[in-house]
């Protein structure tokens, strides 16, 4: 049973960069069925999609985050990774990892981590 | 870019209502739509696919169809557990989106 874990600072000071891992256990990220993927829901709000990554490398990203976003997978630890720079108390939110079937509907999702973004 | 509009932001019906969640997208995306459920505090999970494709175990009586520009979520009869935001995902190009959401509540 595929299961995802997220990791990394649950606070940020503006204008820092947050950092979070995803850790997958149960199944192997290399699958050319799914891609990995992060989204994002402020307090309240909405879901945002962040971006994804297949196992080789290749990388999509929302327009509205693209200067600030990286995503990156390290398929020896399973893990992908998420990095957003120059944060703002906007960027405030859970972050979810995600596992994407065909790149498209997602039918795993993480616990999602509270990531605040204050000084 | 696509956008996603839900319709309506919240609504309120009772026990074994026939419910439905419109999510209107400003060009057509064939049938790459997705609907999730999310309870509150809780983390979204999978109810359709492909616009009409149910998700293995999810209850018979949430329906999903449409197709292009237009689609409807159908709760057949509402039940208590039932209640949640409901979130509808496009997913036609490499570009994913999301709707802004409809709360679903009981009278």
């Known amino acids: 049973q595929l299961q995802l874990q997220e990791s990394g600072p649950g606070l940020v000071k503006p204008s820092e960069t947050l950092s979070l891992t995803c850790n997958v256990s149960g199944v192997s990220i290399i699958n050319r069925s799914y891609y990995w993927g992060w989204i994002r829901q402020p307090p309240g709000k909405g879901l945002e999609w962040i971006g994804n990554?297949?196992?080789?490398?290749?990388?999509y990203y929302n327009p509205s985050l693209r200067s600030r976003v990286s995503v990156s997978v390290e398929t020896s630890r399973m893990q992908f990774s998420l990095k957003l720079r120059s944060v703002s108390a906007t960027d405030t939110a859970i972050y979810y990892c995600?596992?994407?079937w065909g790149g498209g509907h997602i039918d795993y999702w993480g616990p999602g981590t509270l990531v605040t973004v204050s000084s | 870019d696509i956008q996603l509009t839900q319709s309506p932001p919240s609504l309120s019906a009772s026990v074994g209502d026939r419910i439905t969640i419109s999510c209107r997208t400003t060009r057509g995306i064939g049938n790459y739509l997705a609907w999730y459920q999310q309870k509150p505090g809780k983390v979204p999970r999978l109810l359709i696919y492909d616009a009409a494709t149910l998700q293995s175990g999810v209850p018979s009586r949430f329906s999903g169809s449409g197709s292009g520009t237009d689609f409807t979520l159908t709760i057949s009869s509402l039940q208590p557990e039932d209640v949640a935001t409901y979130h509808c995902?496009?997913?036609?190009?490499?570009?994913?989106?999301f709707g802004g959401g409809t709360r679903v509540e009981i009278k």
């Open positions: 995600v596992r994407h």
């Open positions: 990554i297949f196992y080789s490398g290749t990388t």
């Open positions: 995902q496009k997913y036609n190009s490499v570009l994913l989106a």
